[in-house]
């Protein structure tokens, strides 16, 4: 489902709402995800991004997303690739004057930057060893609430960029950033898989087959009962989503038998840090919903 611009805008809108009344400073908190042992993540701010959600791995490919092939921040062919981010992340918020204007703070926007080194190539032209920049939107801000400790601020609800994490991406060049960053956002990045997601792949794909075949009411519910299978059994920490609801599992599993990707028995060195994130971002919608029955 495409989300609408009028809702993404209301919700940053609703972000720095939420950042004045928690007292946040204004100074960008720049390389603190060193694998979580810098600073205390206390709160996640995320679910503010314009998130293309795709049906199949085809329309990934084919880059049908909501920009269409009409936007000009945006160009070149997809790039399908493994790679490692071999530097530390720099970020840092981005300012709007006419929020300034409306007497916010003015962040409308985050910037990350890494450095991915290609070590397998799928699609695109590009080789294997290739180093390009790579760009997310996410920062870090100081909580000053007496209890000390930093607010991640998440624009694309993906987990940060650590050194030494490697990913499958779907990558297009973005012009105003001067660097590469996922198409479709959560969408557009997966995990490496080792032999524990393979397992649990393997048996999503064999449970939803009929799904598309059919595309009935009892294949729908059948895909979804195969989804929460799945979130009980894999590693949420491992997926590289703050909220594990995000997490495309049609896409990946059809990308993994596309391009016949083997497991590599290795655990992303940022996978703690990650799982803090995603415990933080648990615990926040069960508070929420527990006010909302309130």
Same mark, same amino acid.
């Given at each position: ?10 919700? /940053?809108?609703?972000? =720095? ?28 701010? /995320?679910? =503010? ?7 199949? !791995?085809?329309? !990934?490919? @084919?880059?049908?997303?909501?920009? $269409? ?5 945006? /160009? ?8 490692? =981010? ?19 703070? $003015? ?19 590009? #080789?294997?060893? &290739? ?14 609430? $007496? ?10 609800? %993906?987990?940060? %960029?650590? #050194? ?23 969408? $557009? ?11 649990? %792949?393997?048996?999503?794909?064999? @449970? ?24 009980? @059994? ?30 590599? &028995? ?7 840090? &990650?799982?803090? =994130? ?17």
């Amino acid at each position: 489902m495409k989300t609408k611009r009028s809702i993404a805008i209301l919700l /940053s809108v609703v972000l =720095l709402l939420t950042i004045a009344f928690t007292g946040c400073t204004e100074n960008e908190i720049s390389v603190v995800n060193k694998q979580g042992n810098d600073t205390e993540i206390r709160r996640v701010v /995320s679910g =503010l991004s314009e998130r293309i959600s795709y049906s199949t !791995l085809q329309e !990934l490919l @084919e880059q049908s997303d909501y920009w $269409g092939s009409n936007n000009p921040k945006e /160009s070149g062919p997809c790039l399908v690739v493994i790679g490692e =981010l071999i530097d530390e992340t720099k970020s840092g918020f981005e300012y709007d004057e006419e929020l300034v204007k409306l007497g916010f703070d $003015g962040r409308s926007d985050a910037a990350a930057y890494n450095q991915l080194r290609v070590t397998e190539v799928f699609q695109g032209n590009i #080789k294997v060893g &290739d180093i390009i920049p790579i760009v997310q939107s996410y920062a870090y801000e100081e909580l000053r609430d $007496g209890g000390g400790g930093i607010s991640l601020v998440s624009f694309d609800d %993906m987990t940060p %960029m650590n #050194k030494g994490d490697r990913w499958i991406y779907f990558l297009r060049y973005k012009e105003y950033a001067n660097a590469y960053g996922s198409i479709g956002l959560s969408d $557009g990045r997966y995990p490496v898989p080792n032999t524990e997601i393979i397992k649990v %792949m393997d048996e999503f794909s064999k @449970e939803t087959s009929k799904y598309y075949e059919d595309n009935s009411k009892e294949s729908f519910n059948l895909l979804n009962e195969s989804r929460c299978k799945a979130l009980k @059994e894999i590693d949420v920490a491992s997926l590289g989503v703050l909220n594990k609801n995000d997490f495309n599992f049609i896409v990946y599993a059809q990308l993994l038998d596309h391009f016949k990707i083997q497991p590599q &028995d290795r655990v992303n060195p940022g996978r703690d840090f &990650d799982a803090k =994130l995603v415990e933080i971002v648990e615990k926040q919608f069960q508070e929420s919903y527990a006010e909302c029955l309130d």
